[in-house]
């Protein structure tokens, strides 16, 4: 009985547990593009299903100058390649990859 309690226990931990996964989005800076403001400066986000979410684990400033006028993530939207999920109002990303058009 304890045996069976255990590996159902493990199942519900094992379906609960958010996965991550690999999706093409758009990334820019949360607060001059996608207007997010729970946080001061302008830091990378990203926008899945129309919602924008800030990013951890990936920083503005790691693909170039964030204020570029052609590339910089203050400036324009771009696609990027993310791994990783969400995870208290924020992507937890373990791989970040800008995708080049």
């Not at 255990?6 to 207007?35: D, H, M, R």
């Not at 006028?69 to 696609?79: A, D, W």
């Amino acid at each position: 009985m304890k045996k069976i309690l255990i590996l159902v226990f493990l199942g519900i931990v094992a379906c609960n547990t958010p996965k991550e996964k690999t999706q093409i989005v758009e990334a820019s800076c949360g607060q001059c593009l996608y207007g997010l403001d729970s946080q001061n400066g302008c830091d990378l986000a990203i926008k899945i299903d129309g919602q924008a979410y800030f990013v951890d684990g990936a920083h503005i400033d790691d693909y170039g100058d964030s204020h570029d006028l052609n590339t910089g993530f203050c400036n324009v939207v771009r696609k990027a390649e993310v791994t990783g999920k969400i995870e208290d109002g924020r992507f937890k990303a373990s791989s970040f990859k800008i995708v080049e058009e």
